[in-house]
């Protein structure tokens, strides 16, 4: 099983500002690497997937990157909407999912 | 609009089976796989398994193996996941959740259903 990883648990920061979120697996899963966002209560949401490539829907300040084993979310400019828990997966060889990591108002 | 309603909350005994139905619409079903993710309160999102809606083939995860059953209706569109001898800690919500690509069995899922909350309480 590939494990996930992903760091930090929580991230504090203010409005307006950037935030960095990192993913790693435990073995390459090339660029079959998404992201979800979830907020309170609801179900998660598909941000990006292959690595990079934003879904439907969803705004250019979020960004992917990465492939192999090392990934990284981009949120380029927070806003108030978008304080949530965000979880990597892998789904290289079916699927995984990181721990998550909570982005929450500094 | 693509859209997946699953069925309403259950409440368990330890030992007891739950049944939990996904309705698709808004696409063909027979497009698409299926996955079941469930979530512990507080917790991350675990993968349950997945199931085909085209042949029926399923792939479920290790640790829910001889537990677990993922079947589909195509006359109703409609998945379901069984869980056998319910335990204290299967207590989550789960989801079902579309390939976002049909014709893989790797892929991101969207979308996602509301959710089911499952409770093992004696």
């Known amino acids: 099983e590939i494990v996930m990883t992903q760091s930090p648990a929580t991230l504090s920061v203010s409005p307006g500002e950037r935030a960095t979120l990192s993913c790693r697996a435990s073995?390459?899963?090339?660029?079959?690497l998404a992201w979800y966002q979830q907020k309170p209560g609801q179900a998660p949401r598909l941000l990006i997937y292959?690595?990079?490539t934003r879904a439907t829907g969803i705004p250019a300040r979020f960004s992917g990157s990465g492939s192999g084993t090392e990934f990284t979310l981009t949120i380029s400019s927070l806003q108030s909407e978008d304080f949530a828990v965000y979880y990597c997966?892998?789904?290289?060889?079916?699927?995984?999912f990181g721990p998550g990591t909570k982005v929450d108002i500094k | 609009q693509v859209q997946l309603v699953q069925s309403g909350a259950e409440v368990k005994k330890p030992g007891a089976s739950v049944k939990v139905s996904c309705k698709a619409s808004?696409?063909?079903?027979?497009?698409?796989?299926i996955s079941w993710v469930r979530q512990a309160p507080g917790q991350g999102l675990e993968w349950m398994g997945w199931?085909?809606?085209?042949?029926?083939?399923?792939n479920y995860a290790q640790k829910l193996q001889g537990r677990v059953t993922m079947t589909t209706d195509t006359s109703t569109s409609t998945a379901y996941m069984e869980l056998r001898s319910l335990r204290s800690d299967d207590t989550a919500v789960y989801y079902c959740?579309?390939?976002?690509?049909?014709?893989?069995?790797?892929?991101?899922?969207?979308?996602w259903g509301q959710g089911t909350l499952v409770t093992v309480s004696s």
């Open positions: 199931i085909s809606a085209y042949n029926g083939n399923t």
């Open positions: 997966q892998q789904y290289n060889n079916w699927a995984t």
């Open positions: 292959g690595a990079s």
């Open positions: 959740a579309r390939d976002l690509w049909g014709g893989y069995t790797s892929s991101p899922f969207d979308p």
């Open positions: 808004g696409y063909t079903f027979t497009s698409y796989g």
């Open positions: 073995q390459s899963v090339s660029s079959n």
